[in-house]
């Protein structure tokens, strides 16, 4: 899967994060997430691997969003992936 789609994604990813940061402006760390797209491209499973953010509505957030998310047919069927965000507040 071309990283460019998930780069032109990932907006709606750092809003989870921007709207954690009013409650926590000192708000940093990575997540991992680990996700699975079908053989049709639709993403069936999104979880949450490594976790050093530890902000379960940021987590719930990035994996809804990602549920929803469709790409093109992988080749060969089912994909899993990992991909890391990483978060830190501009200071």
């Not at 994060?17 to 491209?41: I, W």
Request: net charge positive.
């Amino acid at each position: 899967m071309p990283t460019s789609l998930l780069r032109r994604r990932k907006g709606a990813i750092i809003a989870c994060y921007e709207r954690a940061l009013k409650r926590n402006p000192n708000l940093s760390g990575k997540v991992e997430l680990q996700f699975t797209v079908s053989a049709v491209g639709k993403v069936t499973g999104a979880d949450i691997g490594a976790d050093t953010l530890h902000d379960d509505e940021v987590n719930t957030c990035i994996t809804s969003i990602v549920k929803s998310w469709r790409f093109p047919a992988p080749d060969g069927g089912e994909v899993h992936f990992s991909y890391p965000f990483i978060f830190q507040a501009s200071k």
